[in-house]
């Protein structure tokens, strides 16, 4: 067991700014359920028209976005780096993947399964809502 992962989640988490607001504690918890994965400059990440299972956020490096264009070229049509998320697209809508995603430069990213929901996310940290405070 690498003994740096639980650091270098907790490092990527801070990185990533939908992740800012949840407390130390939360992101603690968050870094148990978040998977630290890492592509190589070229690498396949997602492939379209697959079933999706997790939502992926960039902790360092950069990505691009494709889609094949009415002649059947596969073209860029977005580049996604620091902070930024994609995979969302088929796990709201219980879709297949709606592109092909590549490591454009090596890339390190958290993945989050489907199976976790995003609000109980937010709240990861947090007293719950109806604990009763007495002075």
């Known amino acids: 067991m690498d003994l740096n992962r639980p650091k270098l989640k907790q490092l990527a988490i801070s990185k990533i ?3 800012k607001n949840i407390p130390h504690a939360g992101q603690e918890q968050l870094a148990l359920l978040l998977v630290l994965c890492e592509f190589k400059k070229g690498q396949s990440i997602i492939v379209s028209d697959r079933p999706g299972r997790e939502i992926m956020f960039i902790a360092d490096g950069a ?13 860029i049509v977005s580049r996604l780096g620091l902070g ?4 969302e697209i088929s796990i709201l809508t219980e879709s297949n993947r709606t592109a092909d995603v590549t490591a454009a430069e090596d890339c390190m990213l958290l993945s ?9 996310i ?6 719950p809502a109806n604990l009763v405070y007495r002075a």
């Open 122 to 127: 937010t709240e990861l940290g947090r007293p």
């Open 17 to 19: 700014p939908i992740f």
């Open 84 to 87: 930024d998320f994609f995979g």
């Open 63 to 75: 990505v691009d976005v494709k889609r094949s264009n009415l002649e059947g070229r596969e073209v």
């Open 112 to 120: 989050l399964g489907k199976s976790i929901k995003f609000n109980d």
